[in-house]
């Protein structure tokens, strides 16, 4: 067979199978400022299942688009962007250090979108006063948790949670627990929904960093 025959034979095949695809997954939206959920992403009882590969189910829950991981829970889907595969997420419990202390990256298709920087977490029962960073969410009124970027000395008053790679952009918004998340994700534009991927270990427990107060 001529070699351009070949090509041409192999480009309109590509082409009819892209648009078989597009045909039977088109995208999907959900709430308000709705946006565009196509693959890899997928909005369970709204699409079949080879609309997406796995680790990427969307779900609804009032009025909001949702995103489960097994190592911590579910997440608010704030945003999509496709061209720089950027998933923009809020912990609906308004604390993104939890989400640091026990999100579990290695079990999902994901990585933090920003460049990351180790923080230490620590437990005290007296307040350190201004100079550190408290951490509200995770505070009460008989104990204190800060963070600090690694490595620093934990006063005697205090023990160390954990330390924990942070994204180098929320380092400036460390005292604000609402501040919103970002991953991305490395995949081919379309593969094959039985393929293997790193969301094959989504079987395991999930582990959590409790504080002990």
Known sequence: MDTSVFFILL???VLSSTAAFESSCPPAKFGHGAFDIRFPFRLKTHQPQNCGDRGFDLFCRNNSTMIHFPSYGDLVVKSISYD???LNLLDPKNCVHEVFLNLNLSLTPFDYYH?????TYFNCSASLGPSVTQVPCLSGPQHHVYTVESPVPVPDSCRTIKTVAIPFAYSSYLSDSSFG???TWDLPERQDSGSQSKT???HLAPKEVHIMV
């Open 115 to 119: 460049v990351l920087k180790n923080y």
């Open 200 to 202: 094959g270990w989504f």
């Open 11 to 13: 480009f309109s095949l």
């Open 84 to 86: 720089t595969r950027k």
């Open 181 to 183: 998340l970002g991953l």
